[in-house]
């Protein structure tokens, strides 16, 4: 036969709510189950998701600084060589006037003067044919002979 163990007197304490249970976590409440070794609490999970968050805008936002520096620097460069640009382009504009003003007829009748050439009153022409020089005939049919004009 078996023999009956003693009874204890009082029962065993109910835990409250907070308070720390024998063989658990100090922190875990009643609901919950004890972490394990391996497994990461949720406070320190958070912040490492906080500071990954945080690295990223930060390395975000360096690169954007980087960039608009470089953009930046660039301008500055396009704004230098346009503005040394501006003598060359008026250095073009005077030689191009220059040209122009000596391709004009006065200043060509000027140099050859200068050079010794006369204007001559009557065109000659060279017939190869006959090889003979014919001057330009004094009065042209159908053209009326203008002083200072010649055709």
Do not use: D, K
Request: net charge positive; hydrophobic share 40%; glycine share 10%.
């Amino acid at each position: 036969m078996r023999t009956a163990a003693p009874r204890p007197a009082t029962a065993p304490p109910v835990p409250r709510r907070g308070a720390p249970r024998p063989g658990g976590h100090p922190s875990a409440s009643p609901r919950t189950a004890p972490p394990l070794p391996g497994q990461r609490t949720a406070p320190e999970s958070r912040t490492r998701f906080v500071f990954l968050i945080v690295g990223l805008l930060g390395g975000g936002l360096l690169c954007l600084l980087m960039i608009n520096t470089v953009l930046a620097a660039g301008a500055f460069r396009i704004t230098a060589l346009q503005q040394g640009n501006v003598p060359l382009a008026q250095r073009v504009q005077a030689l191009q006037a220059q040209v122009a003003a000596e391709e004009s007829p006065y200043s060509l009748a000027q140099r050859a003067a200068a050079l010794g050439m006369v204007v001559q009153p009557r065109l000659h022409f060279l017939n190869l044919g006959q090889r003979r020089l014919q001057s330009q005939p004094s009065n042209m049919p159908g053209i009326p002979t203008v002083p200072g004009y010649t055709p």
